[in-house]
């Protein structure tokens, strides 16, 4: 065999190799699927929860402020007015202790009276009462997709909503959104 028949045997050689190679990268290209079908999307919620305060106006009873806080009036009014009546009772020694008894008597009913008037004087004032509620809301996380692809089913979670197939690159489901184009 002459060398020129050895170079073409070689040159050849290497032309269908290459060549060979080629049409195997071109055949996966052409066999190799560019989207899976989309068989059903789900919506993932979150439950998201807020604190938010919540504020109502109360009304409040008050003891008002006491200007006679040993109730010496109503004693005053209160034995006096019993002395008065006692003194219209009975003479002589009777008379003297009948008023005295009155006097007594209507102390003590003049100070229980006082006592009685001012736990009932009350003032009302309106409050402002607060606390902490936690609104519950549901927010969109993302998207369960089941697709086919060459025959398997498969999930996968995506950030957008696919429309009839997913996009395919390297043999592997493409889960972030497509870029748009920008608008002019």
């Known amino acids: 065999m002459d060398k020129s028949m050895a170079k073409g045997l070689v040159i050849g050689g290497i032309a269908t190799v290459v060549l060979g190679a080629g049409a195997v990268t071109g055949y996966r290209t052409i066999t190799t699927p560019n ?6 999307v789900r919506d ?12 109502t106006d109360v ?4 003891q008002a402020a006491v200007q006679d806080d040993k109730r010496l009036a109503g004693s005053v009014i209160g034995g006096l007015a019993g002395g008065l009546l006692g ?5 002589g020694k009777g008379k003297t202790l009948a008023t005295v008894a009155g006097v007594a008597a209507g102390g003590y009913a003049g100070n229980q009276v006082q006592k009685n008037m001012q736990e009932s004087d009350v003032t009302v004032t309106n409050e ?53 184009p920008a608008k002019s």
């Open 35 to 40: 989207s899976a079908d989309v068989l059903a």
């Open 44 to 55: 993932v919620m979150e439950t998201v929860i807020t604190p938010k305060e919540s504020c």
């Open 59 to 62: 009304a409040v009873k008050h």
């Open 87 to 91: 003194n219209q009772i009975g003479g």
């Open 128 to 180: 402002r009462r607060c606390h902490t509620v936690n609104e519950k809301s549901q927010k969109l996380v993302g998207y369960d997709v089941t697709y086919r692809l060459s025959g398997l089913e498969g999930v996968v979670r995506t950030s957008y909503k696919p429309g009839a197939t997913l996009p395919v690159k390297n043999g592997a489901v493409v889960v972030t959104a497509p870029e748009t």
